[in-house]
């Protein structure tokens, strides 16, 4: 099991958002060394974040759509300790103000799928970059995405959202590319996506409407099945996309 009786240091991205504070607080509960990140601290879901981690953790500012930003980050952490056993990206974009899923091929538009692909594909594979020299050789290291299912090619029956479902979809790519690496170059690191179901955040708000009430979990269950997932994980697992139940999620 990765969580046993030690400690661990562990790196949330995108502390402050839904699934990713539910699991900061389960992770604070537990006392392990923590270093989280919110896109402001002067954001509401920031100074939520600050209050809740006072003293608990060390809490950093990042906007994931900044190169320097996610570089910054890792120099700061490699200040304060010289190993992560485990990050966990929590960040993710579906919908904002000027952004909406797409329902069919003539609401594309070539900006609005950038910001899709900024967040969900290209920033996981740029926290793996930095965050490398801090996974260790000899011991047990896990790097975890949120992704989604509907980032599955073969699981596809419904069509539409096509910015979101292709950029998870990469971003799943991505796990793969990056877990052939790192057999090689970090052996004990397991790379893996990890589908938290349909939970009730800001981000499934607007979309609540014909899921069945026994099929939406709460962050706070969301939190509990994706620690469970992530504790039981091994290295034959790395490269694969996991469910909140532990179902691997065919490509
Ligand atoms: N909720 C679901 O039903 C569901 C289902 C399948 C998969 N997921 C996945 O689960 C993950 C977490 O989603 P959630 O449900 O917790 O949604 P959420 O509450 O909207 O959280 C998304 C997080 O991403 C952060 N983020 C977005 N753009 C950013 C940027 N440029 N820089 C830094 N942070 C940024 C947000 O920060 P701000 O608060 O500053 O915007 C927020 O903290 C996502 O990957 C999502 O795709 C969710």
Redesign the pocket.
């Known amino acids: 099991m990765f969580f046993n009786e030690e400690k661990k240091r562990i790196l949330v991205i ?1 502390a ?5 504070l539910a699991i900061s607080k389960k992770l604070i509960e537990q006392n392990h060394i923590l270093f989280l990140t ?3 601290i002067h ?1 509401d ?1 920031g100074e939520h974040l600050k209050s809740i981690s006072e003293n608990k953790a060390e809490l950093f500012e ?4 900044n190169e320097t930003d996610i570089s910054v980050l890792f120099e700061s952490i490699k200040t304060k300790t010289s190993w992560l056993d485990l990050i966990i990206n ?5 919908y904002d103000e000027t952004l909406q899923p797409e329902k069919r091929i003539e609401d594309l538009e070539y900006k609005k799928l950038q910001r899709n692909f900024m ?2 594909s290209i920033a996981p594979v740029m926290i793996a970059k930095f965050s490398l020299p801090l996974f260790r050789h000899d011991q047990l290291n896990i790097f975890a995405n ?3 299912r509907v980032g599955s090619i073969s699981d596809n029956r419904l069509g539409g959202w096509y910015s979101y479902r292709m950029s998870k979809a990469a971003q799943n790519m991505a796990t793969k590319t990056l877990s052939i690496e790192l057999k090689r170059r970090r052996p004990n690191t397991i790379v893996v996506g990890l ?5 009730d ?4 708000k607007p979309f609540q409407g014909n899921v069945k009430k026994q099929h939406l979990k709460t962050a706070d269950e969301a939190a509990n099945n994706l620690l469970n997932v992530i504790s039981n994980l091994s290295l034959e697992h790395t490269g694969k996309v996991f469910a909140w139940d532990g179902q691997e999620i065919q490509p």
């Open positions: 995108a402050s958002g839904g699934i990713g919110t896109r402001s954001s879901p990042l906007d994931l759509t929590c960040s993710g974009l579906l967040i969900n949120i992704s989604a589908h938290p179901g349909t939970v955040t800001r981000l499934s």
